[in-house]
C-alpha cells in the first residue's frame, strides 16, 4: 500500500515571501500522479498542481512549483510571492496510474500560514 | 456548469441514529468518489463507484456504511448506528471516468456529521 507523509504540521510565511512545503511518499510502483491540493476553511479540495511520475520536468503553475524528486520519493511544493489568499491546509497525494480506481491517497496536511 | 454538490452541509444526529449523505456530481461523470476526513487528518478513501455499481469499497470500515448509486448520477452514503467515532467531514468527489486515466477528480464541500 502506498502512503504519504507530510512532516511540517504548520508553516508560516510573510506575504511576498516564498515557502517550501514538504511531502514524502513510500511506493512500488513506477507509474503514478502525485498532486497538491489546498483546501479553505470552506472544506472543498482545490487542485493546486499534478505532476506525472513519468516526466521528469517539474510542473509549475504560475506561482506554484514542485520539486519531483522521483528517486528519492520527495514531492515539495513551492509557492512564491505568497498571498493572504495562500492560507489554508495543503495535502500532497498519491494516484497510481494502474489502479483501476484512480483513488487518492492523501498526507496529513500542513496549515499555512500567510502573516500580512 | 455546477461544481459537485453535497446536502446537507453540516448534520448533527444522536448516537444509535441513522444518516444519509447526498452526493451530486458533475453532470457526465461517471466516476463518484467517497473519502471520509477525520479532524486534523487527510481525506481517506471510502468507496468509489463507475456508473451504478460500486466499483471498490474497500475502504468502508465496517458494515454499518454502505452507499448506493442506482441511476448513476447522485450518491447516498448511509451510515447505520451511527457512533461517536464516525463524526468527521464526508468529502465526495466526481470524474468524467475511472479506469487507467488520468481524469481530474473535482471534490464537492462536503457534509460535517457530528454524532453526539
Known amino acids: 500500500a502506498q502512503t504519504v507523509t507530510q512532516s511540517q504540521p504548520e508553516m508560516s510565511v510573510q506575504e511576498a515571501e516564498t515557502v517550501t512545503l514538504s511531502c514524502t511518499y513510500d511506493t512500488s510502483e513506477s507509474d503514478y500522479y502525485l498532486f497538491w491540493y489546498k483546501q479553505p476553511p470552506s472544506r472543498q479540495m482545490i487542485l493546486v498542481i499534478r505532476q506525472e511520475a513519468y516526466k521528469q520536468q517539474n510542473a509549475t503553475e504560475n506561482r506554484f512549483s514542485v520539486n519531483f524528486q522521483k528517486a528519492a520519493k520527495s514531492f515539495s511544493l513551492k509557492i512564491s510571492d505568497s498571498q493572504l489568499g495562500d492560507a489554508a491546509m495543503y495535502f500532497c497525494?498519491?494516484?497510481?496510474?494502474?489502479?483501476?480506481?484512480?483513488?487518492?491517497?492523501f498526507g496529513g496536511g500542513t496549515r499555512l500560514m500567510v502573516k500580512p | 456548469g455546477a461544481g459537485v454538490s453535497q446536502t446537507p452541509s453540516n448534520k448533527v444526529t444522536e448516537k444509535g441514529k441513522y444518516v444519509e449523505l447526498r452526493c451530486d456530481p458533475i453532470s457526465g461523470h461517471t466516476a463518484l468518489y467517497w473519502y471520509r476526513q477525520s479532524l486534523g487528518q487527510g481525506p481517506e478513501f471510502l468507496i468509489y463507484?463507475?456508473?451504478?455499481?460500486?466499483?471498490?469499497d474497500s475502504g468502508l470500515p465496517n458494515d454499518r456504511f454502505f452507499a448506493v448509486r442506482p441511476e448513476g448520477s447522485v450518491s447516498t452514503l448511509k451510515i447505520q448506528r451511527t457512533e461517536r467515532g464516525d463524526s468527521a467531514v464526508y468529502l465526495c468527489?466526481?470524474?468524467?471516468?475511472?479506469?487507467?486515466?488520468?481524469?481530474?477528480?473535482?471534490f464537492g464541500p462536503g457534509t460535517r456529521l457530528t454524532v453526539t
Open positions: 497525494a498519491y494516484r497510481s496510474a494502474r489502479n483501476a480506481g484512480n483513488m487518492l491517497t
Open positions: 468527489a466526481s470524474s468524467l471516468r475511472a479506469g487507467f486515466s488520468s481524469y481530474e477528480q473535482y
Open positions: 463507484f463507475q456508473g451504478t455499481g460500486a466499483a471498490d
